[in-house]
């Protein structure tokens, strides 16, 4: 008698460590998913800072050239606009 309520407490265990595993595997799959979409907008909010309004372009700047490249001033508008025409353009490819 004390083997069939062995047998049925461990297939209770077998059945609650399965159940368990599933759903730590789906919260990793939805953790994964979630963080997987707060970096591409993070990354799509970072491409669009410099074309924003100069608040965002200045935070930019400051953290990407200033604080990780070490830039000590920031080139003037009219150069940077000049440059990114050349670079959508292909311009500045053609003169290399």
């Known amino acids: 008698m004390q083997l069939v309520h062995a ?9 609650a460590t399965a159940t368990r595993e599933r759903t730590i595997r789906a919260a990793d799959e939805e953790w994964r998913t979630v963080l997987a979409r707060a970096v591409a907008a993070g990354h799509t909010i970072d491409d669009a800072a410099p074309l924003l309004s100069k608040r965002f372009a200045q935070a930019h700047w400051e953290f990407h050239a ?20 050349e670079m959508s353009s292909g311009a500045s490819m053609i003169a290399r």
């Open 66 to 85: 200033k604080y990780l490249n070490g830039v000590k001033e920031e080139r003037p508008r009219w150069k940077r606009a000049t440059a990114a025409a």
């Open 7 to 15: 047998a049925r407490a461990l297939r209770a265990v077998e059945r």
